[in-house]
């Protein structure tokens, strides 16, 4: 007689703890998922910079450059060329010390231009430059 082998399933008894290694391994794809995109997310939003909640300077004693909304630029009311800005900034801060300018522009400006004649008063020797904005109205 021959002896049909069965096999028999030996059950084990079930495990009290948690098997973590798929959720780290999960949890640091996701983390560099994040850390990958985060920065994309940075997109600009449409806002209104000009007005901000600071306080009021009483007198500006410095160099005030102001541009227009039609993109003409002043330097303490004066006109002047983008092109001979830089010159112009550089003869009046030859003899100074303290090189600080109060930059203000219109809130229709694009931002791109702004930023344009901010470089062109950096490049002009300028240590500090300040942004000069119109008081939110507060509501009373």
């Not at 794809?29 to 994040?34: G, K, M």
């Not at 940075?42 to 007005?51: A, F, I, T």
């Amino acid at each position: 007689m021959r002896k049909l082998g069965f096999k028999t399933e030996v059950r084990e008894k079930a495990m009290s703890t948690i098997n973590v290694t798929p959720l780290v391994d999960v949890m640091l794809v996701l983390l560099i998922i994040f850390m990958i995109t985060a920065p994309m997310m940075k997109s600009g939003m449409k806002v209104n910079l000009p007005q901000a909640e600071a306080k009021e300077i009483k007198k500006i004693d410095d160099v005030v450059v102001s541009i227009t909304k039609d993109k003409y630029i002043y330097v303490n009311k004066t006109n002047v060329n983008i092109n001979l800005l830089k010159d112009t900034l550089l003869s009046i801060f030859s003899n100074r010390k303290k090189k600080v300018v109060f930059l203000e522009a219109d809130s229709s400006v694009p931002y791109g231009y702004v930023v344009y004649v901010l470089d062109v008063i950096k490049k002009a020797g300028i240590e500090k430059v300040g942004i000069v904005v119109k008081p939110k109205k507060r509501k009373r």
